[in-house]
């Protein structure tokens, strides 16, 4: 009989593209499927192939030893609550221990370098729930995922129509990838039923600086995209006077404090190593975003 795989977050970006997979990528059969939503029914047209849908709620711990119940591999995906000081890490706690309570193989969506000292204001919910799930004793996969290139499209159409790129990452590398690629080797891991505990840097093809993706994004649109370097103090103040809540301008600028460190410039084989497909290089990606950017 083969394991059973509950994916959390099953409705969400990452958590859809996951599922997809599992499904058509990798062959998992449907009745091997827990996933997990908040709202089950979002997920209708999956239960009507025979995977099992399940509520799942991070702030209601005790409904999650239910919820994962019978499932031999949990994929943690991590939440959004990022607006609100720990309440994403004890959400997660909080999934962890009920996935080490079932005895499963417990797999989370990390971020790179999450260690004590990164400045992204929320490296220290991913460093805590690594810690948790090396210490339940249970074995484990984590997935430190790079910087998103979708995240690019929050910032390079404004930069665009407006003509100008303000950071504060200076000469910082990221190794951007796309979404896409993240899922398809998350999948490909959790069907492998490898029992292991590893850790995956999930990275691009290339580490570029700001000014590479501005060039770039300007390439693609037809336009140049002049970059102008800041300091972190600069840039908060630049974003709050746009009108962004001082909270998320914050967050925001960590991100480039981040990419300033080096801490998104690391670059592995492993997503071609578990999936057997190359990451999306990002001009091919901002190739075919080219509506986004110029919308």
């Known amino acids: 009989m083969s394991e059973t795989i509950l994916v959390t977050g099953a409705t969400g970006q990452l958590g859809q593209r996951v599922v997809h997979h599992l499904l058509e990528t990798q062959g998992v059969a449907p009745e091997s499927l827990i996933l997990l939503s908040r709202d089950p029914g979002k997920l209708s047209d999956l239960s009507a192939r025979g995977v099992q849908a399940r509520i799942g709620d991070f702030d209601d711990a005790?409904?999650?030893?239910?919820?994962?119940?019978?499932?031999?591999?949990?994929?943690?995906?991590?939440?959004?609550?990022?607006?609100?000081?720990?309440?994403?890490?004890?959400q997660h706690l909080a999934a962890v221990s009920a996935a080490a309570t079932a005895g499963a193989h417990i797999a989370y969506t990390s971020m790179l370098a999450p260690e004590p000292g990164n400045p992204v204001l929320f490296a220290p919910d991913h460093y805590g729930t690594e810690q948790a799930i090396k210490e339940?004793?249970?074995?484990?996969?984590?997935?430190?995922?790079?910087?998103?290139?979708?995240?690019?499209?929050?910032?390079?159409?404004?930069?665009?129509?407006?003509?100008?790129?303000?950071?504060?990452?200076?000469e910082g590398r990221t190794s951007h990838i796309a979404r896409e690629d993240v899922a398809r080797a998350i999948a490909a891991s959790l069907a492998s039923g490898s029992t292991e505990s590893i850790t995956y840097q999930l990275t691009g093809p290339e580490a570029l600086t700001t000014t590479d993706v501005a060039a770039l994004a300007g390439e693609v649109a037809g336009k140049q995209i002049p970059v102008v370097n800041l300091t972190d103090e600069q840039l908060l103040e630049g974003i709050k006077a746009a009108g962004v809540p001082e909270g998320f301008a914050r967050l925001l600028v960590s991100f480039d404090a981040n990419a300033r460190t080096g801490s998104n410039s690391l670059v592995t084989d492993d997503v071609a190593t578990l999936s057997g497909q190359q990451p999306l290089p990002l001009r091919a990606f901002l190739e075919s975003s080219k509506a986004a950017l110029i919308a």
């Open 136 to 170: 339940t004793g249970r074995p484990y996969t984590i997935f430190r995922n790079g910087w998103y290139q979708e995240n690019l499209l929050m910032t390079l159409p404004q930069a665009i129509k407006m003509g100008t790129l303000y950071t504060s990452a200076g």
């Open 62 to 90: 005790a409904s999650l030893g239910q919820a994962f119940d019978g499932a031999d591999r949990i994929l943690i995906i991590s939440t959004d609550a990022v607006g609100e000081p720990g309440k994403r890490l004890r």
